[in-house]
């Protein structure tokens, strides 16, 4: 059973970069078959994409965010990575990494439980 | 681009039928898949409908999904409603080059 979990500071001071990783258990970050994403929820409303990558280190990210974000995969640790630099109060929420099946529909088929991150001094 | 909007809020009381709507901005609803995540209270979004009306192994049949070209929209419907339906429900398609659209979610009450 695939298993994916979040981790990384549950606090990050306003214009500091916000580091996550999401470290994959019973299946391989590498399979040929599934891209690999990042979502976010604050705290009351609705889901965010982030961005999503391949294994190979292609990767699509949210158009508003993009200047922010890196994601990169370490397939020797079978874990993919989230930064976002200059974050703000706005950038308070659950942050879920997640397997996407690009041949159906994108679907996201596994998620972590998510890490709440607050944005706070 | 496209963006994909839902009700707000539903409510429904135990036994009954509701169907959530997904409404697609701009182009063909049928033009990409379309998938139904449920999500309680202080859990991770769990598949309810993928590929437009697949259930995943474990979902029961009360589940349907279904897509209306006259509306532009994609419906999620759950028949014989328990309390235990009562989440947030989200719809979610994509586009070339953005592979996560999500719309903002249906608050579901079951009274």
């Known amino acids: 059973q695939l298993q994916l979990q979040e981790s990384g500071p549950g606090l990050v001071k306003p214009s500091e970069t916000l580091s996550l990783t999401c470290t994959v258990s019973?299946?391989?970050?590498?399979?040929?078959?599934?891209?690999w994403v990042w979502i976010r929820q604050p705290p009351g409303k609705g889901l965010e994409w982030i961005g999503t990558?391949?294994?190979?280190?292609?990767?699509y990210y949210n158009p508003s965010l993009k200047s922010r974000i890196t994601i990169s995969v370490d397939t020797s640790k079978n874990q993919l990575s989230l930064r976002l630099s200059s974050v703000t109060a706005a950038d308070t929420a659950v942050y879920y990494c997640?397997?996407?099946?690009?041949?159906?529909?994108?679907?996201?088929?596994?998620w972590g439980q998510g890490t709440l991150v607050t944005v706070s001094s | 681009n496209f963006m994909l909007t839902q009700p707000h809020s539903m409510s429904e009381s135990p036994g009954k039928t509701v169907t959530i709507s997904c409404t697609r901005s701009?182009?063909?609803?049928?033009?990409?898949?379309v998938q139904w995540y449920q999500q309680r209270p202080g859990s991770s979004p769990t598949t309810v409908i993928y590929?437009?009306?697949?259930?995943p192994s474990g979902v029961p049949d009360r589940f349907s999904g279904s897509i209306d070209s006259s509306s532009n929209s994609a419906s999620l419907t759950i028949s014989g409603l328990k309390t235990e339906d009562e989440a947030d429900y989200y719809c979610?398609?994509?586009?070339?080059?953005?592979?996560?659209?999500f719309g903002g979610g249906t608050k579901l009450t079951v009274v």
């Open positions: 701009s182009g063909s609803i049928a033009s990409n898949y």
């Open positions: 997640g397997r996407q099946v690009y041949s159906s529909g994108w679907h996201i088929d596994y």
């Open positions: 990558i391949y294994y190979r280190g292609s990767a």
């Open positions: 590929e437009n009306n697949q259930r």
């Open positions: 979610q398609s994509y586009y070339s080059g953005n592979p996560g659209v």
């Open positions: 019973g299946g391989s970050i590498s399979s040929s078959n599934y891209y």
